[in-house]
């Protein structure tokens, strides 16, 4: 096939997510979004066990790592009904060290959360995964948005793509995260979807318990979705090196509840 040379005369548009490493954390940026596609973080004990319970938690910031015009604005979420929700937990990274603490806070590392969740279930949730770094020698995880259809019956349809935005920045709909841990040759592995609002009941095909939903409020079995599923409503393969034919079920070795 021959190619128009006089296609790249100009040059082609440029659609860049913006990958940032960090001491403890990795966070790749969407622009367009202006929230993260998703972080990934590494814990263990030894890291978890140095926290200094004197660190001042600082402001949230933007990032300089990206363009100004591709931003998230801090101002956008004064008054709109949502909180700054870390993707990486600041709890997570206060051993570090104050410079590793405020990275936590860079508004690259920020979505939109309702404050439903963002104060309840998914404050319980990230305790209850740093409570697994002193049952494992490694735990890793994945946090991120999806941006999930949501059943339209007003109009007759079957799903309506609808999300609120704010100043810019897209609201996600729900929030994943996937939970990794190694314990001596053995991996354990979970994935866990939560509604970003206060009805927790609203779950996703993409989120579906494998079994049965259970009633209790502190259960995570009702968040639990198939690493497939999840995968798919993403657009992202999660931990692609992993053999995925060693991993054992999480919740089958440790309680999944908080």
Same mark, same amino acid.
């Given at each position: 096939m021959k190619i128009d040379e006089r296609l790249y005369k100009?040059?082609?548009? &440029?659609?860049?997510? #913006?990958?940032?490493?960090?001491?403890?954390?990795?966070?790749?940026?969407?622009?367009?979004?202006?929230?993260?596609?998703?972080?990934?973080?590494?814990?263990?004990?030894?890291h978890m066990d140095m926290a200094d319970k004197e660190l001042k938690r600082p402001p949230f910031r933007d990032d300089p790592a990206i363009p100004a015009l591709f931003r998230a604005d801090m101002g956008a979420y004064v008054k709109s009904g949502y909180d700054r929700g870390h993707l990486a937990a600041a709890a997570n990274h206060r051993a570090s060290g104050a410079a590793t603490? #405020?990275?936590? *806070?860079?508004?690259?590392? @920020?979505?939109? &959360?309702?404050p439903y969740l963002n104060r309840k279930a998914w404050r319980h949730f990230e305790a209850y995964v740093r409570d697994l770094v002193g049952l494992f020698d490694d735990v890793c995880c994945v946090t991120g948005p999806l941006y999930v259809p949501r059943p339209d019956? =007003?109009?007759? =349809?079957? =799903?309506?793509?609808?999300?609120? $935005?704010?100043?810019? %920045? %897209? +609201?996600?709909?729900?929030?994943?995260? +996937?939970?990794?841990? +190694?314990?001596? #040759?053995? %991996? *354990?592995?979970?994935?866990?979807v939560f509604p970003n609002g206060p009805d927790q009941t609203h779950l996703h095909s993409a989120s579906k318990a494998n079994g049965?939903?259970?009633?209790?409020?502190?259960?995570?079995? &009702?968040?639990?979705?198939?690493?497939? #599923? $999840?995968?798919?409503?993403?657009?992202? @393969?999660?931990?692609?090196?992993?053999?995925?034919?060693?991993?054992?079920?999480? /919740?089958?070795? @440790?309680? /999944? &509840? *908080?």
């Open positions: 100009f040059g082609l548009p &440029q659609t860049i997510n #913006d990958l940032l490493p960090r001491e403890h954390h990795v966070v790749l940026y969407n622009r367009a979004t202006r929230v993260p596609h998703w972080v990934l973080e590494r814990m263990d004990l030894e603490y #405020d990275e936590t *806070f860079l508004m690259s590392n @920020v979505a939109p &959360q309702h019956q =007003a109009n007759g =349809a079957a =799903a309506a793509a609808t999300t609120d $935005l704010i100043g810019g %920045i %897209i +609201v996600p709909t729900h929030f994943y995260k +996937v939970v990794l841990c +190694v314990k001596d #040759d053995n %991996i *354990f592995l979970e994935s866990f049965k939903r259970s009633n209790s409020k502190t259960a995570l079995e &009702q968040y639990r979705c198939s690493i497939t #599923d $999840l995968e798919r409503a993403a657009g992202t @393969v999660f931990f692609p090196k992993l053999n995925r034919r060693r991993v054992l079920p999480l /919740c089958l070795h @440790v309680p /999944c &509840q *908080f």
